[in-house]
């Protein structure tokens, strides 16, 4: 079985690497019919994904133990991190369509050396729908129960010298939660084009449009929330990348690579009554937020011998964002701005050498020189030993990672602070995987440690502001297993350990399980059928919110399943249902899970 190369984890294409990586294919995604992209990721080891209540809530990644905004995302290789964001620079997967997407890319570490500021935890590429050699034009519609309604359609083919692929979507994603809205209007486009034997140029867009509404975080949703205003969050996003690469002759590329991503947010809230955790609760607040980051970067990979490969270049990143907002103090209007701007400029080193016995050493250095903040270094070595006789690989790493401080964190009016240093962290894993029975069982176990220093943490003053004092660590175990016992079954499962440790004090991090595991199972009982079924745990959360302060959250296990069968040729019908069985829990304080959500589609190709 030939491994997908990874496009994520090195600028020097490998088909395996000495990271932690889990590449979700666009079959993988079609067999599940998700109903969101957070769906899609809640399967990846060492991550975790939490959506208080339904879609209008603001979906938060945890990767290995990390902060949400630890982890940088990707989309086809644009930066779509917001650092004028509350939350310090997360990416909210609610807005991305699961249509849209041919395979992500999870790098579990940090890759600081391959992309500087935010990579401090992970990695997520999500890498949109390809060309096709043929045209293709397919359709989906949908819906389900709570009101849920999708419709989406996609024109693929052949155009010039290359191909092209357009879709777009529309949701309106019901309320499965009382309080929870969410609808969306989204498209994506690609051109690729051979502008000459050796020269390619590729072209990628993407648009989103969304309004979502929810109870407020930390309020204690639909079940605790005195105030029962709702949050109102209305988002547009862009993102244009252009990709031109250039191989004179084997063993030699020139890229030149630019992207542009612009994003805007209007939000109101009505704030959060006084409750247990803090008795004066949060007032009524707006804002206004704009973003918009350009950046350049031109590598070369060489191969310097049979078994050396070398990439070197540099990179420049240019990042502005605002945000005008108000706040309601005792029936007075309180204004606060920021505006603030930023450049980065990193060269950049790779290199992986092979050896006829196995091993492969791989090893990388970026050097960002970011405006107003010290020089930041950022190393990264690993390396991978295979033993083809046995079907046994071990691999180990280590690598530095740094976050700069997001503009909210630095402009903020109220809690703001000017001198805040940026977030870095240290981390190590070993992992060994074991193929068995002609590969059809793949055994894997990874144990990693990270440690992360300076975060930005919340002091209450007075005055309040953001302060660098905390220091964390995070160490576990990742253990995954695939088996195919027969041709028309596949069966996967996986276990995460994470321990987590906020140096020198008692205190628990919020929203970090000790346990997750699943399990996926495939069967295709008949030509032109499978079945696809899920299954998730989660054990205890520490949680807190206003209304109630701290709370333990209960662990849960929920199934999902979807079936498909192609009734003929060109035309698809699904039937999905996810949270079989009624599972009754909370992902936040106060914001119960959705129900059982039957849904039904058909898709028809021409």
């Known amino acids: 079985m030939a491994e997908p190369v990874v496009v994520t984890a090195s600028r020097i294409p490998a088909a395996a690497t000495a990271g932690s990586v889990t590449v979700i294919s666009r079959e993988q995604i079609d067999r599940q019919r998700p109903v969101s992209t957070i769906e899609i990721l809640r399967q990846v080891p060492g991550l975790h994904i939490d959506q208080p209540g339904g879609r209008g809530g603001v979906s938060s990644v945890f990767m290995r133990g990390s902060d949400p905004n630890f982890t940088l995302v990707l989309i086809d290789g644009v930066r779509v991190n917001d650092p004028t964001n509350s939350r310090g620079g997360s990416f909210d997967f609610t807005t991305l369509d699961p249509g849209s997407i041919e395979r992500i890319e999870v790098v579990r570490g940090p890759f600081s050396a391959v992309y500087g500021s935010d990579a401090i935890g992970g990695v997520i590429n999500i890498i949109t729908r390809e060309g096709a050699t043929e045209a293709t034009t397919t359709a989906q519609v949908g819906g ?112 030149v690579e630019t992207s542009y991503y612009d ?26 937020d704009r973003f918009r980051r350009e950046t350049i970067s031109a590598h070369g990979v060489f191969s310097l011998a049979e078994r050396v490969d070398l990439s070197l270049g540099a990179e420049a990143i240019f990042e502005q964002g605002s945000s005008d907002s108000e706040l309601v103090v005792g029936g007075v209007v309180v204004p606060g701005e920021f505006d603030l701007a930023r450049q980065v400029y990193a060269p950049f080193a790779e290199a992986r050498v092979s050896f006829p016995i196995g091993l492969t050493l791989e090893g990388g250095l970026r ?29 180990a790493s280590w690598g530095e990672g740094f976050k700069l401080p997001s503009f909210f964190a630095l402009g ?61 660590t995070a160490e576990g175990v990742e253990v995954g297993f695939d088996v195919r016992p027969i041709e028309p079954l596949t069966l996967g499962g996986h276990l995460t350990y994470t ?24 069967w295709r009982p008949r030509p032109g059928v499978t079945i696809a079924l899920d299954a998730l745990y989660v054990g205890e959360v520490l949680d807190s919110s206003i209304a109630t302060g701290d709370r333990v959250l209960d662990p849960y296990l929920r199934f999902d399943v979807a079936v498909t069968w192609a009734v003929r040729p060109g035309v698809e019908v699904s039937l999905a249902v996810d949270n079989l069985f009624d599972a009754d829990y909370e992902e936040a304080v106060g914001f119960p899970a959705p129900g059982i959500r039957p849904r039904i589609a058909v898709r028809m190709t021409f």
């Open 367 to 395: 050097i960002d020189f970011p405006r107003g903040f010290d020089t930041e270094f950022s190393p990264r070595i690993g390396l991978r030993q295979s033993f083809d006789a046995t079907g046994t690989t071990l691999t």
């Open 412 to 472: 903020h009016p109220i809690v703001g602070n000017a001198d805040l240093r940026p977030e870095t962290s240290e981390s190590v894993e070993v992992g060994v995987e074991q193929r068995l029975w002609n590969d059809r069982i793949d055994l894997r176990a990874v144990y990693f440690h990270n440690r992360f220093f300076d975060l930005v943490d919340f002091e209450e003053g007075p005055p309040p502001r953001l302060v660098n004092r905390s220091e964390v």
């Open 144 to 255: 389900g129960r709570f009101g849920y309604r999708r419709g989406w359609a996609e024109l693929r083919g052949p155009v010039a010298a290359g191909d092209f692929a357009l879709n777009v979507a529309y949701v309106d994603n019901g309320e499965p939660v009382e309080g929870s809205e969410f609808t969306g209007k989204s498209a994506n486009g690609k051109l690729t084009l051979a502008l000459s034997d050796v020269t390619m140029l590729r072209l990628t867009s993407r648009f989103a449009d969304s309004l979502a509404k929810s109870f407020p975080d930390d309020s204690g949703g639909p079940s605790f929330a005195v105030l029962r205003g709702l949050d109102k969050r209305d988002s547009r996003e862009l993102t244009v990348g252009v990709r031109l690469s250039h191989q004179p002759r084997d063993g030699q590329e020139y890229v």
């Open 499 to 522: 321990s987590t440790d906020i140096e020198g004090t008692t205190e628990e991090l919020r929203n970090r399980p000790e346990w997750r595991a699943g399990g996926s199972a495939l």
């Open 263 to 288: 994003r805007a947010q209007d939000f109101v809230s009505p704030g959060i009554a006084p409750g247990v955790r803090d008795p004066v609760g949060i007032v009524p607040n707006s804002s206004d």
